[in-house]
């Protein structure tokens, strides 16, 4: 939030201008803030950064990576730390780039539909604690992965609790082929996801938790049979920062689940890299390090709240670079079929509470609903017996009557538009 002067007036955004040789930059952004390339060349996660173009960030720590020289313009709540470029992110590429290029050779050599599997790229598990730098890593090791023309790589998040793809409670993949956007992410893309319904896996809903993560692999794999370029370049999956207990164990099905070929252990949890080990012995996967990123924004649990929560706002409302015509509707309570996404059980309309969000998800019965990959999000927020209002990203209808409902994660009753400015 921006503050006052003493005369009650706006305050001047700070300012400040840098310059930077041959160094990394780590912008931490306790506000919104931007940053500016003036001159000189410059990356952040791996993509480029395009001259006198603003970035914008809010609450977030950014690596800008300066491989000669450059002159950064930053403005906002923004503190600055300098520090010693990192090989360990491009040694990584390297090792999945070579599985990469053996895949590639090996679709030139044999009809692609003699044996798919011995044309796949690497599948890339990325695991670790919270504030370790794993979603950084994800996104800079999948721009790296398509910076030349006719590349393409899958990028999966499985991490309920903060998805970068889609909304809170989804397992999601997006069929990348170009940079992602420095600031905007991926709110631009459409992807592929299923709705958990819950931003934490518990031991009653593991089951469900890894059966969608089960339909997403197979999505995934069945998507780059139909276009190799996928298939070669393989997936790179985030993962939660749950790492004991049930979550160690969930991270153990998820390197099967997945097939994984690689395991990128993030952190300096010993500990971990050595479960992981012998929890794929007997078979061909490297287990890999990337060491703890230690001038890495730490995130609290009231700070990953209000991410979740700026994350839902985002999806119905836009962003400043992708703006959405959000709308407020309204539909017949008998025509849809209310579904708890947990459970699967079919929901009375008094039991919905108000602004919880719901998937659409495209089943053509209440029993295929529950494998159906998500249509979109809506907000149900007055439910009776014959009508319910919702909010939608756009101004169209329900176009599939099986609606999966989530008890634990609703929208800000606050961010909901008044009547008659949607």
């Not at 004991?244 to 969930?250: A, C, F, P, S």
């Not at 400043?320 to 709308?327: G, I, K, Q, Y």
Request: charged fraction near 15%; include cysteine; proline fraction near 5%.
């Amino acid at each position: 939030m921006q503050g006052l002067d003493e005369g009650g007036r706006p305050a001047a955004p700070v300012h400040q201008s840098l310059e930077v040789e041959c160094a990394a930059l780590i912008l931490h952004f306790d506000g919104p803030g931007s940053v500016v390339l003036m001159g000189g060349r410059g990356s952040i996660f791996g993509a480029g950064l395009a001259r006198n173009v603003r970035y914008n960030f809010a609450q977030c720590s950014v690596p800008v990576e300066v491989p000669g020289r450059a002159r950064l313009d930053l403005t906002g709540a923004v503190t600055s730390h300098l520090c010693v470029l990192d090989a360990a992110v491009g040694d990584l590429h390297a090792v999945l780039d070579a599985a990469r290029a053996d895949a590639r050779r090996q679709l030139h050599l044999q009809a692609p539909a003699a044996d798919e599997e011995a044309y796949a790229g690497p599948r890339v598990l990325v695991v670790g604690g919270p504030n370790v730098g794993k979603r950084s890593l994800c996104r800079a090791l999948m721009n790296l992965a398509v910076r030349e023309k006719g590349r393409g790589v899958a990028f999966v998040d499985v991490d309920v609790g903060l998805p970068s793809i889609s909304a809170p409670g989804s397992v999601a993949a997006a069929f990348v082929e170009e940079p992602i956007p420095v600031d905007d992410g991926f709110n631009a893309v459409m992807p592929l996801s299923f709705f958990f319904g819950c931003e934490v896996v518990a031991s009653a809903t593991r089951k469900r938790y890894l059966d969608l993560c089960a339909c997403i692999a197979q999505a995934v794999t069945a998507v780059g049979f139909a276009r190799p370029h996928f298939q070669c370049g393989g997936m790179i999956i985030n993962t939660m920062s749950w790492t004991t207990g049930l979550g160690l164990d969930v991270l153990i099905e998820l390197a099967a689940i997945f097939s994984a070929t690689h395991i990128i252990v993030a952190g300096s949890d010993l500990a971990l890299e050595t479960t992981m080990e012998n929890s794929v012995l007997g078979r061909s996967v490297n287990v890999m390090r990337y060491p703890k990123q230690s001038l890495i924004m730490k995130r609290s649990a009231s700070l990953l709240t209000e991410m979740r929560t700026q994350q839902l706002v985002s999806y119905f409302l836009g962003t400043p670079r992708t703006l959405l015509s959000s709308a407020r509707l309204v539909a017949k309570t008998s025509e849809v079929y209310f579904l708890n996404a947990l459970t699967l059980d079919l929901m009375s309309w008094h039991d919905i509470k108000s602004c919880c969000i719901a998937s659409v998800v495209h089943a053509d019965s209440i029993e295929t609903a529950a494998e159906a990959n998500v249509a979109g999000f809506i907000v149900l927020l007055e439910i009776g017996k014959r009508f319910f209002s919702f909010l939608s990203p756009a101004s169209s209808g329900i176009p599939k009557p099986y609606l999966l409902v989530s008890s634990a994660i609703s929208f800000p009753l606050s961010k909901v538009p008044p009547l008659g400015q949607t």
